[in-house]
């Protein structure tokens, strides 16, 4: 049984910096794709970032390109999201993915695997 569990998230000035980490345990992480979303408050969970089993791919919305990057650790078996720049409307509970294929995707339908959540909030 695959389990994911995020930290890192927490309260933030905007224009600052926070490092969320998901640790994924129960056997399949260096063999999947891995990916971040995020639900604010009233609104639908929106794509965030995603990653290729070996790390070679990643993808990434629109809002959050060049501010936020995805990395992992197949070592460790832990993927994370840099999110630097942040803004207000970066608020939300981000959660972790997996899919248990090579290649990312930008589809929550796409991932078997989801974590608890973890809540970012960017003041202004």
């Known amino acids: 049984q695959v389990q994911l569990v995020e930290s890192g998230g927490g309260l933030v000035q905007a224009g600052g910096s926070l490092r969320l980490s998901c640790v994924a345990s129960?056997?399949?992480?260096?063999?999947?794709?891995l990916g971040w979303f995020r639900q604010a408050p009233g609104k639908e969970r929106e794509f965030v970032a995603a990653i290729s089993r070996a790390g070679v791919s990643t993808t990434y919305a629109d809002s959050v390109k060049g501010r936020f990057t995805i990395s992992r650790d197949n070592v460790k078996n832990t993927v994370y999201l840099q999110m630097n720049s942040l803004k207000p409307e970066d608020t939300a509970v981000y959660y972790c993915?997996?899919?248990?294929?090579?290649?990312?995707?930008?589809?929550?339908?796409?991932?078997?695997?989801w974590g608890q959540g973890t809540q970012v909030t960017v003041s202004s």
């Open positions: 129960g056997g399949t992480f260096s063999r999947s794709a």
């Open positions: 993915a997996l899919r248990p294929y090579t290649s990312a995707a930008d589809v929550a339908a796409m991932y078997d695997h």
